[in-house]
């Protein structure tokens, strides 16, 4: 029976991104959304991306210094272990679980709420497209920013590995400099990016069936809400797993 629902799930899925992945019916209108969805979903979390990856690149650095760092190893290896563990799953796949809460539970609070306010219907009934209205420019935008987010997360990351070094001396600039430069694989960087990508559309597409699919008051919007996170964070685990394997 639970496979069965599952299945019908993906099924309305698929129909609700068949009608939102449509040719824009006013262009100029839509590039409006677009913009507007770009500052909303992507340049309003520059600032929470920042201040977590600072953080988190700061602890990564402390933890590996004081629980794996031993005479037996190169100094570098605690600058080596931050950036590596920084491009390959933090910036891309944890922070994307991160906007998956601030960004997932936006977009389906906000559609859910047009949906039982009538306002989406009202669309309907002027002959606009209400999916590839309200969907797409919100999938676009997220998809658009998110290679920036990531970028920034890096930086950050690295930016709070070098505060441990300058303020806290854990470990010596020239060494943690070194680690961070040794071996790089500029690819990790594009792999990350990639796999991002992917993440953005998840977030965006499976918050947006939630909401436009609620039925009832506001209660289920709060709960529509709720299992847009949680779907849209296995779901971009599952991906991860994947994307990882096919892209390593």
Not at 139 to 152: E, H, K, N, Y
Not at 231 to 241: G, H, P, T
């Amino acid at each position: 029976m639970l496979f069965f629902k599952g299945l019908s799930t993906f099924g309305r899925y698929l129909e609700l991104m068949g009608k939102t992945f449509s040719r824009p019916e006013r262009m100029r209108m839509f590039f409006k959304q677009y913009v507007k969805e770009l500052s909303q979903l992507g340049v309003d979390s520059i600032g929470i991306v920042l201040l977590i990856s600072f953080f988190i690149g700061a602890v990564i650095c402390i933890q590996i210094k004081l629980n794996i760092q031993s005479p037996w190893m190169p100094r570098f290896t605690t600058g080596y272990t931050t950036r590596e563990i920084m491009l390959l799953e933090f910036s891309s796949s944890i922070m994307c679980l991160i906007l998956a809460g601030k960004v997932g539970s936006n977009i389906a609070s906000e559609i859910g709420t047009m949906r039982v306010t009538q306002q989406i219907d009202a669309l309907e009934i002027m002959g606009v497209n209400s999916a590839g209205f309200l969907i797409l420019p919100k999938i676009l935008g997220l998809v658009t920013m998110m290679p920036f987010l990531v970028s920034f997360s890096i930086f950050s990351g690295m930016a709070g590995a070098y505060a441990t070094s300058v303020i806290g001396h854990v470990i010596s600039v020239d060494d943690l400099t070194y680690g961070l430069q040794h071996s790089f694989t500029e690819w990790y960087v594009w792999m990350g990016i990639i796999k991002s990508l992917f993440f953005a559309f998840i977030i965006t597409s499976v918050s947006a069936f939630y909401g436009y699919t609620v039925e009832g008051g506001s209660f289920e919007v709060g709960k529509a809400s709720t299992d847009s996170v949680v779907s849209s964070s296995v779901l971009i685990l599952f991906a991860d797993v994947f994307l990882t394997q096919i892209l390593s």
